[in-house]
């Protein structure tokens, strides 16, 4: 039964079911460590001829040094940590406690000496005693740090995936020992990744450092790796996603860790350790803002932002709060998104410059009331129903909400000198091929022929119209991104409508930055489009979401095409055939010339259109829109007879 209890088996499992040490039990390992240690010094001692302790009756004096060193233990609650995760701390109040203690004895031994004439102990022995009691207590908590970490290492590395460090510099270092100290563990660190093949003989906290002389994915099937933490900070945007894809094209994980100086507590290193997300992959540069334009537009004034609760809407209002305005108005019809966006600013702290409005930009005369009371400087008109195949079937809601919508918030913009109205657009809007295209179009066309009112009339204090044309965004509400991981969540498959389908993809910070910017610089009657960066193939896309997710595509998640929807174009432009841009002082975002229409005849031709819309004939409908955007030609639609 003993020799049971005493077998490798048993005894690894009494370890890794003891979770931690009980602290009575720590104790009495610090008295045995005290007890070995002044034995030793008294040996030490005794061997040069000296006496330890200077009484025949040794015993009470014995337990005064123990009883004191207990003592400090308390004091300095060396006994309160656990000790498989001691640290530094632990070691400085070990250290503490037996200076406090060498300190305690020394002045007794004074004060001895000068009442009595004579010293209780030696001095020296005292210090002997101290440096060997400090060694014994930090060296004993080290070796059971160590037992506890390679036997729970050894349960626990089974099961976590093998995973190597891109980097050597101090920032894959410090993600390293963050990872190692995690509880629970995600990783098995098994090495360092080398890129400059400058330290193949060296070691990093017990690892081998790896030199990269052929593929990343070549070297990491060396190392039986199943994943990769791309940690250096030298790598350029172009190295990474050239990393990223061929980790990707092998089916192997891909983790990213922001720079460690960009963080305030250091602690939090390993929870910023995450898997690299489609954003991630955008093959784009930062945007630097123009932020005391934009802070002179926006800062100490009232901001009107409609379709508030949307995914463009709400990021804007959270970045016009950063330029500190008076008061934001944030208004859309979407009840319980409204509601969620008000509970994520009270908890951030800002929700008394927060006025919401539940209401339909329909309403002209709810918008009216809106106006009135709140009397907004600046406007951006964010609330649009964009889903194309939806619109198709439903073009009198297309016109209701994306131009008279407009048209009302446009009208009472004049009427109560908004200063600036800037207006969120779509790449569709051009030579338009859908009814939610031709609809924001005809917006387009209408806030432009305000401008152009304006300046025939010379009038200084005009509303200055400014609108803003980008295409997909990443994450936003109803965008493929969503969708995909909703697929994926599923089981799949993933449905794509054509194999040669492209979009531009921006994310939701990135094109509400821009808006902010465009909103800035503009001085009336622009059209500002954005550099999109490069078309991205919805069916690469598609894989890449898979690959992210840890499957592999077409066999553990299948991709379906399905053909395809009314109105949806095999790829999008930012350009009408007849404009042409002109640059402006930032790389990122360039106007679009496009020709302009006198406000009274299109004024006519839009009141028009809103009456027929109200009738809700569809043919009739989109046969006046494509009259008033003569570009507009339905593709894989109902509607594309009208065009003959």
Request: proline share 4%; hydrophobic share 45%.
């Amino acid at each position: 039964m003993v020799l049971g209890f005493l077998s490798r088996k048993d005894l690894l499992s009494s370890i890794r079911n003891l979770s931690y040490l009980p602290r009575w039990i720590v104790v009495g390992i610090d008295v045995v460590v005290l007890i070995i240690s002044f034995l030793f010094t008294k040996l030490v001692i005794n061997g040069i001829g000296l006496r330890f302790i200077g009484f025949e009756n040794k015993i009470p004096y014995i337990f005064l040094l123990l009883g004191v060193n207990v003592l400090s233990f308390w004091i300095f609650r060396t006994y309160s940590g656990i000790i498989r995760h001691s640290s530094y701390t632990d070691a400085i109040k070990l250290l503490f406690s037996q200076i406090s203690v060498l300190v305690f004895f020394v002045v007794l031994n004074t004060v001895f000496e000068v009442v009595y004439g004579y010293k209780i102990y030696l001095n020296t022995a005292l210090f002997i005693n101290m440096v060997l009691s400090f060694c014994g207590l930090f060296l004993y908590r080290v070796v059971v740090k160590q037992v506890f970490e390679h036997f729970f290492s050894e349960k626990n590395d089974l099961k976590l995936p093998r995973t190597i460090i891109y980097g050597t510099d101090a920032n894959a270092l410090s993600v390293a020992k963050a990872l190692k100290l995690e509880v629970p563990s995600r990783f098995k660190i098994v090495g360092f990744v080398d890129k400059n093949s400058q330290n193949s003989s060296k070691r990093m906290m017990d690892l081998p450092i790896l030199i990269l002389k052929k593929k990343l994915p070549t070297l990491m099937r060396s190392v039986n790796a199943e994943g990769v933490i791309i940690a250096d900070k030298s790598l350029s945007k172009e190295e990474r996603l050239v990393i990223v894809e061929q980790c990707l094209e092998f089916n192997y994980k891909v983790y990213i860790v922001p720079l460690i100086t960009d963080w305030e507590n250091q602690k939090e290193i390993s929870q910023k350790v995450k898997s690299i997300q489609i954003e991630d992959l955008l093959d784009r540069k930062p945007i630097v803002l123009d932020g005391k334009a934009i802070s002179k537009q926006l800062k100490d004034k009232t901001i009107l932002i409609t379709g508030a609760a949307g995914s463009i809407g709400s990021e804007i209002v959270r970045q016009v709060l950063f330029f500190k305005p008076k008061r934001i108005i944030a208004l859309d019809q979407a009840e319980t998104p409204l509601h969620n966006l008000c509970l994520e600013l009270i908890n951030g702290g800002v929700a008394d410059k927060i006025t919401t409005v539940v209401a339909d930009i329909r309403n002209k005369d709810m918008m009216n009331a809106v106006f009135k009371i709140h009397k907004p400087e600046v406007v951006f008109h964010a609330a649009a129903y964009k889903h194309v195949p939806l619109m198709e079937e439903n073009p009198s809601q297309a016109i209701l909400t994306n131009v008279e919508g407009t048209k009302n918030l446009a009208d009472l913009s004049c009427t109560f000198k908004v200063k600036n109205f800037v207006m969120v657009s779509t790449d569709k809007a051009v030579n338009p091929s859908n009814v939610m295209g031709a609809s924001k179009r005809i917006a387009e066309k209408y806030v432009q022929s305000l401008q152009l009112k304006a300046n025939a009339e010379r009038d200084a204090k005009s509303t200055k119209f400014i609108t803003t044309r980008f295409g997909n965004v990443l994450g936003s509400n109803g965008s493929v991104v969503p969708l995909f991981t909703k697929q994926i969540a599923a089981g799949g498959p993933l449905t794509i409508t054509h194999p040669d389908i492209i979009r531009y993809f921006m994310t939701i910070p990135e094109a509400c930055q821009l808006v902010l910017e465009a909103g800035a610089m503009g001085k009336g009657g622009e059209i500002y489009i954005f550099d999109m960066g490069k078309p991205v193939k919805i069916i690469d896309l598609a894989r890449k979401m898979i690959k992210l997710a840890g499957f592999i595509p077409e066999q553990d998640i299948k991709i379906k095409i399905v053909g395809l929807r009314p109105g949806e174009k095999l790829y999008e432009e930012l350009l009408n055939d007849t404009s042409k841009t002109i640059p402006t002082h930032h790389h990122k975002i360039m106007i679009a010339e496009e020709i302009q229409e006198e406000f009274e005849i299109l004024h006519d031709e839009i009141e028009e259109l809103i009456t027929i819309a109200n009738f809700h004939k569809k043919e009739a409908i989109v046969s006046k829109m494509k009259k008033i955007v003569p570009e507009f030609k339905s593709m894989n639609s109902a509607f594309e007879a009208l065009d003959k």
